[in-house]
């Protein structure tokens, strides 16, 4: 049995609340998937390091429209999305969990389910739904990633490492799953290859801020603080950059404590 780096432990949950300190602020939410990995259908790929947040959703038309048509599995689709982007989480896992049972093979429903599942920290629950929203014969990257986003809070890195690399066969070099790569390397403390993923990650996306707070994050835990601040004040106004290098350091300090103790 291989051994298990544990995101269960107090440093490893510390990192995680560290990436949402750093990553961009607004209306984004913020479950697992959306710190360590994308899922949902294949045209739903709204993780850590995508490229643009989405628009704000009209919620009073899409609740109307589910009112008006609770069974239909595209519009719960639509509505459960609307609801997590908006950070009602329970809302929207029961939005899911509704329509699931009453369409219990439809793939982009369970792959939405799955996501609020993630989104609630029942991560093996979600790993599980997300099997089931996956076709091997219709390979679908943003799943993998997801999965592989689920093992990594589960402490399982190396098993999760595993979808991210099937997840890059499919589309080599995609910068959201090369950044949740990073990000678990960063979770087995092997600092080294988790910088060398992230700068892959950043030099084909480096107008991503997430991708760019990773980045920063993992050169801040190795010591380079300069180019870590540098990192994380790139395209933002003065007092967001203030706010989040403060975090950095914060961050930093505790790490170092930690490791005198």
């Known amino acids: 049995m291989s051994k ?51 628009a704000k959703p009209d919620m009073d038309a899409l609740r109307e429209r589910y009112r008006a048509k609770p069974g239909d599995p595209n519009v719960a689709l639509e509505y459960g999305k609307a609801l997590r982007q908006t950070g009602q989480r329970a809302q929207a896992l029961a939005v899911l969990e509704q329509a699931v049972l009453a369409h219990s093979t439809n793939k982009a429903l369970l792959a939405g389910y799955g996501r609020a599942l993630a989104d609630s920290g029942s991560f093996q629950q979600a790993f599980d739904v997300l ?42 070099d995609e910068p959201s799953v090369l950044s ?60 967001q950059a203030a706010a989040k290098v403060t975090a950095l350091r914060q961050l930093l300090v505790k790490k170092q404590q930690r490791a005198e103790k």
């Open 4 to 54: 298990r780096s544990s995101v269960a432990s107090p440093p490893a949950r510390y990192l995680f609340s560290a990436l949402l300190i750093l990553a961009l602020g607004g209306c984004q939410t913020t479950g697992i998937e959306d710190i360590t990995g994308a899922l949902g259908g294949k045209s739903d790929t709204a993780g850590w390091a995508d490229a643009k947040p989405e």
């Open 131 to 172: 099997g089931r929203a996956h076709s091997p014969e219709d390979p679908d990257w943003h799943i993998l990633s997801a999965q592989g986003a689920a093992l990594d809070q589960l402490g399982r890195n190396e098993e999760a490492q595993q979808y991210y690399g099937a997840a890059l066969k499919i589309v080599p």
């Open 180 to 239: 949740n790569l990073g990000l678990s390397y960063m979770l087995q403390n092997n600092l080294p290859r988790a910088e060398e993923t992230m700068r892959r990650a950043h030099e084909r996306n480096p107008t991503d801020s997430r991708v760019r707070a990773n980045l920063a994050l993992v050169l801040g835990l190795q010591g380079k603080q300069a180019e870590a601040e540098t990192m994380v004040k790139a395209d933002l106004p003065p007092d």
